[in-house]
């Protein structure tokens, strides 16, 4: 049996992030993975890359195309309002698998049959043989971890994506509200294709198993973007994957030697933002929480508490982003696909207008270099996790004395491009002197 300090189950991005931030600390870390089943293909933001960077995945940033324009007909109107970067998973994922071996973590290539968890460690067993023990487990299998205790889910959602080969050509992608649901689509410039509709699991009269990948034919031949971006193939039926994309939420993300993180603890709706970006929110801090739990088990507390409003509050506001997105279709209301999403997962605003009258400063769990500390904080309504500093400037004596009406002397003491930063950030908060 091979002993182990940490292991992380999965190597996508949340994983991968989390065993390189750990392998920065000094821990022995090793990353269980088995390749992914099925071809896939993701459009990314500059956010996407941006996180991907500060995570450390050089290799993996490098291996997403260069950005190409993202066609949009929404709500029956059509525009080209961004660009995306198209991410070809397989080879994200063999360049992500690089940037793990150069940092010297171990990777293991297996499928995880169980794991046997206890107080004193981890027993994980492998189809490929000898089991591991590790003293701390980090999940980051996504979708495909186990779901163990109380959750929230949305709308039950099923995305079905199409896969066929065309001539090379001239990238490009898409998105398209349907009346029953939505699709997205792309074309990589060596000719590979993807579309893939997302629909209520519920609701949608969907036909009998082997007559899905005839089915999806038919829809693509009704699309006008379909016929704009790709040839004749795609009206003919092609290689179909099934899979959820409910969004969930795990109430516990966390224990004393054990962490979730990515689509393991939180997974969004398709609509609710980038799946990736999503899931490098919640792996960035993970090294810090494992840390503390690992060497200051006093503040595991404050730690697990750290990890899960992070983890439920990056949900909500990706959720909300989605409600907000899919509101916006307005042709087909009592639709059950739309009227359910719309409403979900509450009323609350994304964003509150600011009232500078509710900002207040508490005392909150921080990342204080590699270790969850505690702080006081400014809590805002669009900030309900505080904020520390801003471009390392403590916020909290500053609101004091801005509540006290004792703020000039406060601001003069602080250089020119600091005081004015200072000065808007009070400003966008609702402050009037």
């Known amino acids: 049996m091979t002993e182990l300090s940490i292991a992380v189950l999965g ?102 049959l169980r794991v046997e968890s206890s107080a004193g460690g981890h027993l994980i067993h492998l189809d490929s043989g000898e089991p591991l023990r590790a003293d701390f487990l980090v999940e980051a299998r996504g979708r495909q971890a186990p779901l163990a205790g109380g959750r929230l889910r949305g709308p039950e959602t099923l995305s079905l994506l199409n896969q066929w080969q065309e001539s090379p050509g001239q990238p490009g992608s898409a998105v398209e509200s349907l009346a029953d649901g939505w699709s997205w689509m792309a074309r990589l410039a060596d000719g590979r294709c993807y579309w893939q509709v997302t629909l209520d699991a519920n609701r949608s009269e969907l036909p009998a198993k082997d007559e899905l990948a005839a089915y999806c034919a038919r829809r693509r031949g009704d699309s006008s973007l379909v016929r704009g971006l790709f040839g004749d193939v795609a009206l003919q039926p092609a290689s179909l994957h099934a899979r959820s994309s409910t969004a969930i939420l795990l109430h516990e993300a966390g224990g004393p030697n054990w962490l979730r993180v990515g689509d393991a603890a939180m997974a969004v709706d398709p609509l609710s933002g980038n799946g990736i970006f999503q899931s490098l929110s919640s792996a960035l801090q993970a090294p810090a929480v494992i840390n503390t739990l690992l060497q200051c088990p006093e503040r595991a507390d404050l730690a697990q508490r750290f990890h899960q409003q992070r983890v439920e509050q990056l949900f909500l506001r990706f959720a909300r982003t989605g409600r907000d997105f899919y509101a916006m279709e307005q042709r087909w209301p009592e639709q059950p696909f739309w009227r359910d999403r719309r409403q979900w997962p509450d009323a609350e605003p994304l964003h509150t207008p600011p009232d500078f009258s509710q900002v207040r400063v508490e005392r909150l769990p921080v990342i204080r270099g590699d270790l969850i500390d505690e702080a006081e904080v400014v809590v805002t309504a669009d900030q309900p996790l505080g904020i520390w500093h801003l471009q390392g400037i403590e916020l909290a004596p500053i609101v004091r004395s801005a509540l006290r009406g004792e703020l000039e002397p406060v601001l003069v003491a602080l250089p020119v491009e600091q005081r004015r930063m200072v000065q808007g950030w009070l400003l966008g908060q609702g402050y009037r002197p």
């Open 11 to 112: 190597a996508g991005p949340a994983g991968a992030a989390v065993a390189l931030g750990l392998r920065r600390l000094g821990y022995q870390t090793c990353v269980v993975s088995e390749w992914r089943r099925f071809a896939a293909v993701e459009g990314v933001s500059q956010r996407v890359l941006d996180g991907l960077r500060q995570a450390g995945l050089e290799r993996a940033l490098a291996s997403a195309d260069a950005p190409t324009p993202r066609k949009v007909l929404w709500n029956g109107d059509g525009q080209s309002i961004n660009q995306e970067c198209l991410l070809d998973r397989p080879r994200f994922d063999a360049a992500i698998r690089e940037d793990l071996y150069a940092a010297g973590v171990t990777v293991i290539e297996a499928r995880v």
